[in-house]
């Protein structure tokens, strides 16, 4: 069974340039996350989407951050402007369906350096 | 107050001793809670779950959860090198999941 997918593996910008992330969740799984974890902290959750509606964005700084997950599969996390704070992994997880026994897979992530 | 707390470490056990982590939550409806392990430069991998009281145990490893202590603790048996890694604790109640910041745990041959 495939893992979860993510792109790039690296990425390096600059301080207010612009970046975007992709991730493909594990086939059938209708719940999709994105978590930021900065170095010597655990994930932090940015967005929640149950197929491809959002069910938790309260944590996503929506003045720079947006995502998407069009037809409930794969998704995309964009920075806009990026700033020197936004260095992180950013991870990508997914699961069957949401409920309290869910278990999460997560992806390899990308780690962001904003210079 | 942290939600999710955890020594951050590091924890050092000799190869083949127990490795005991610990993690205290805030949240009292919190309802599962899961240990995570993560190795450097790595994802985290579900190793462990467990949502009622008392002991789960999944080979060299055993859950433990005390909700009215509001603490859960892995126990990692005959530790090899191979542990060594970061173990997050995350706590969950209905679709909001909060993870710890961590322990860093070696096991020294």
């Known amino acids: 069974e495939a893992g979860v997918a993510q792109s790039p593996r690296y990425k390096i910008i600059e301080k207010r340039q612009s970046v975007a992330f992709w991730c493909n969740p594990i086939?059938?799984?209708?719940?999709l996350y994105w978590y930021q974890q900065i170095l010597g902290q655990g994930p932090k959750l940015l967005i929640q989407f149950q197929n491809n509606g959002v069910v938790d964005d309260s944590q996503l700084p929506k003045d720079r951050f947006s995502a998407e997950r069009l037809k409930g599969v794969d998704s995309t996390l964009k920075i806009q402007p990026a700033k020197l704070e936004d260095s992180a992994v950013y991870l990508c997880?997914?699961?069957?369906?949401?409920?309290?026994?869910?278990?999460?897979?997560f992806g390899s992530g990308t780690q962001l350096s904003v210079l | 107050q942290k939600e999710v707390e955890q020594n951050s470490g590091p924890l050092s056990v000799p190869e083949g001793a127990i490795a005991s982590l610990n993690c205290t939550y805030s949240d009292r409806g919190s309802q599962s809670f899961f240990w995570y392990r993560q190795y450097s430069g790595k994802s985290p991998e579900l190793i462990m779950s467990i949502y009622s009281n008392g002991d789960k145990e999944d080979g060299r490893f055993t859950a433990q959860l005390n909700k009215a202590s509001q603490y859960v603790s892995l126990l990692i048996r005959d530790s090899q090198p191979s542990d060594s890694a970061t173990y997050l604790c995350?706590?969950?109640?209905?679709?909001?999941?909060?993870f710890g910041a961590g322990t860093r745990l070696t096991v020294k041959p």
């Open positions: 997880a997914s699961s069957l369906a949401p409920g309290v026994n869910e278990k999460l897979f």
């Open positions: 086939s059938g799984h209708a719940t």
């Open positions: 995350a706590v969950k109640r209905n679709n909001d999941m909060r």
